[in-house]
């Protein structure tokens, strides 16, 4: 038996505990590692929960339709016409394969199988939620968004064995959680993010180099005449590694900016905040990320994906964050990354004054940006 796809879910789970991102405690342990029992009954759904209707091309959103999935569900419709379900519901189907692996893994490896029931338990829930979704709607080929959980292999494993595909589309820029994962296609914005998975043990084969999903867009965008409105915009994040500490660093020390060398400064609420957002006393702008872009000089942020994209328009772009967080933006240069105060302000005045001096060519820039493939099936 082939059980790379198995260990790659084992390892990744093994990395996940260890950075912090599966917090599991002695009773989630002991829980989890009864619940490879618990699920059993489920398997038995897989004889009445079926649909003969198959569905090739199909986004899964297993939540609500907020802000920021809006725009980017609606990208995904145009760029693929395809379906999209958002917030699924489906009972939780596991299914045969998972058992038959779990049974072969105690007879060939029985020390290591129960030393890790708690895996199996984690593994057992998460899959048969997608199996699930699978069974549901009769779901052949589907295509996840910024998935890197460690059950990403096995899922990919099932799906496959039931003559099918798995496909996960980039969207932010990602963590140490995401390694060792294995999809039949894993769609990125460039070889450094390619590179970057592969270093962390993710399987070399997968990667398709296709841009953002934005790109489209911001070729649009700056095919037009663009005026600038604005020196900086800081675009705030809404992710849970987000240092309210150099958030209010950030804004000290705009405000220093704007009162010492009347820059003008506007604010980027990150999409999920945008109804509960203060304005500190800047600008809001509320306008898509790449009209954001397009108005402003520099870019400003802790580790927004804006800061990407914001150096795919050709435009400036600056980090401040903890040193320990660097590897967030390890896409920019080492000068473009600031974790002292006393060194930012000389930074962005130096990035503006460089700004002010190049002459930007857009044409260039047009031809370099490249969108996903609408046939990636």
Known sequence: MNNEDLMRSFNQYIKHKKIGHLKINLFKKISLSFLIVFLFPLIFLNFFYWTSKQTN?????????????????????????????????????????????????????????????????????????YYGYKQRYGIKNMLIFQEYSFYSSYLTKIFESEHGKLYNMMHGIPGEEASFFRFSKCFVWDEYFKSYFIRNGAEEKQFVISGSIFHQKLKEYLSNSIVIQYDIIYALQ?????????????????NELRDKHGLKIAIKPHPIYMDTFKSYGFDIITNPVYESIGVTQLVISQFSTMLYDAKSMGKKAFAFLPEKQRHLVSYLKEEEVISDYKEASNKVLELLNKNRKEKLDIAKKIDTLEIVDATIY
């Open 238 to 254: 809404g992710d849970e590694y987000s240092s309210s500490k150099y958030k209010q660093e950030i804004l000290k020390l705009l």
């Open 57 to 129: 091309k199909l986004f899964i959103f297993p939540f609500n339709n907020r802000e920021p999935m809006k725009t980017i569900v609606e990208d995904l419709r145009k760029i693929s016409n395809s379906q999209v379900i958002l917030n699924p519901q489906a009972l939780y189907i596991v299914p045969f394969i998972l058992y038959r692996d779990f049974l072969l893994c105690l007879i060939n490896r029985p020390i290591w199988t129960i030393q890790n029931l708690d895996f199996w338990g984690a593994l057992a829930l998460k899959i048969s939620k």
